[in-house]
């Protein structure tokens, strides 16, 4: 047992590596660990992916994930400009019968990291809020991030609920078509 207990510690050590994010999941070190356990080594280093945010459950009915590129030669400052307009454009009443309760901007780093994440608001009013949620509005979040190259990778998501019945794809779709018509690959 003792000599378990020794391994397991020695794989926790070992499981910081030159790829280690502040954003490693539990699930993620007790995979490292189990791997370093079962096959006697110290630490079994991923490499992030250049996508940081994640992707959506399987089979998720209340999940988009996509991504919008820029027009080549777009620096990053300028797609973070472009974005910021796009997602400001967004109507606080809501569009084709999503989010008429309004959003707001939860978190913006664009202009350093490159991230944001908005909350957007259902009107509350319809029969599902009414039955399903105490008669509050439903939140959705919508995350974006930068890259380097102007890349932004998106992830728009319900909080609660298997189904969106199709508004986080409402949204990303109106969004993206604010920069598809600057340019940008949607």
Known sequence: MKLLNIV??????????????????????????????????????????????????????????????????????????????ALNAYPQEGQDNVDGGGWVIAEDDLAGSGAARLEYKSSGKGNFAKFFNGGKAFVDDLKVEVGADGTVQVKSQSRVGDSDFGVNLKRTDYIGSTLKAKGWSI
């Open 8 to 85: 397991t510690l020695i794989c926790i050590a070992g499981s910081t590596s030159a790829y280690s994010t502040s954003t490693s999941s539990r699930r993620e070190l007790m995979s490292n660990v189990a791997k370093g356990a079962l096959f006697g080594i110290g630490s079994v280093a991923i490499a992030p992916s250049a996508e940081a945010l994640e992707v959506c459950p399987p089979k998720a009915n209340n999940c988009v994930r996509t991504a919008w590129t820029p027009p080549a030669g777009t620096s990053k400052t300028d797609a973070v400009s472009t974005l910021r307009d």
